[in-house]
């Protein structure tokens, strides 16, 4: 399992890295190996908000779909409009081209609040 060593994690699997005054989301190295091969994503508009922990979209894939769920609070500053037309972007490159969305957080110190990839590591260990 690849981790990325500048996000931090959440407990169901979307990392969460800073990029300036933004937080840009997507899904672990271990979510997109356990789902396999993504078919399609669901992902809201630009300037909608979500509190932390909320589902704001959905990602699919040939076994199953499953929610995405926002690490920290903020409104949703961009989206990865590339997915819509390659979904699979995501298993080649969930770290880097496959992002999902970039928030502007409403508290940052929510970030300090998510799982280090030290600790995610451990997290997603029990589940194999």
């Known amino acids: ?18 990029e300036g005054d ?3 989301i997507g899904i672990s190295d271990h979510a997109q190996q356990s789902l396999g091969d993504i078919v399609f994503v669901d992902l809201p508009k630009p300037g909608v908000s979500f509190k ?5 979209g959905v990602v699919e894939s040939v076994k199953a779909a499953s ?8 409104k949703i500053s961009a989206v990865n ?3 819509a037309s390659a ?3 995501v298993n080649k490159d ?3 081209t496959g992002w999902f969305v970039k928030v502007a957080p409403e508290n940052p110190r929510e970030f300090d ?6 600790d995610y590591e451990k997290t997603a260990a029990l589940e194999k």
């Open 87 to 89: 979904p699979e972007t």
């Open 1 to 18: 399992m690849k981790l990325d060593t500048n996000a931090r994690y959440a407990k169901t699997h979307e990392w969460a890295r800073k």
């Open 81 to 83: 409009e590339e997915l």
């Open 94 to 96: 969930c770290y880097g």
């Open 22 to 24: 933004l937080i840009v």
């Open 113 to 118: 609040s998510l799982l280090s990839p030290e």
């Open 67 to 74: 929610d995405l769920y926002l690490p920290v609070s903020g």
């Open 52 to 56: 932390a922990g909320a589902s704001f």
